[in-house]
Nanobody, 125 residues
Framework: QVQLVESGGDLVQPGGSLRLSCAAS????????IGWFRQAPGKEREAVSC????????YYFDSAKGRFTISRDNAKNTAYLQMNSLKPEDTAAYYC??????????????????WGQGTQVTVSS
């Protein structure tokens, strides 16, 4: 079965850290551009970070810059998002996606982008 499964979301205090995981099954994750997106209640989905399959370049958008790190472990067929210095405004459902357009301006989903089910990150004291 072709799917992405996220994990690692939790309730964390401001300033804390979390590492989200995105495990792929049924396909090889390394063949595709991978991205992390998030959506807070009442807000549109936004791109957080992406990593290119062609050269491994990674890109970060808006508030993720300097605090988040995207990576992937090809042996485990899994992508990660390390999030440090978390803020209350980082509270959202986080989704990983495969097969998108990853570039320095944005990560753009395509019609056949594969999405995970999401994992909730809540930053609160």
């Amino acid at each position: 079965q072709v799917q992405l499964v996220e994990s690692g979301g939790d309730l964390v205090q401001p300033g804390g850290s979390l590492r989200l995981s995105c495990a792929a099954s049924g396909f090889t994750l390394d063949y595709y551009d991978i991205g992390w997106f998030r959506q807070a209640p009442g807000k549109e989905r936004e791109a957080v970070s992406c990593i290119s399959s062609s050269d491994g370049s990674s890109y970060y958008f808006d508030s993720a810059k300097g605090r988040f790190t995207i990576s992937r472990d090809n042996a485990k067929n899994t992508a990660y998002l390390q999030m440090n210095s978390l803020k209350p405004e980082d509270t959202a459902a986080y989704y990983c996606a495969a097969n998108l357009r990853c570039g320095w301006k944005n990560a753009i989903p395509m019609e056949d982008t594969l999405w995970g089910q999401g994992t909730q990150v809540t930053v609160s004291s």
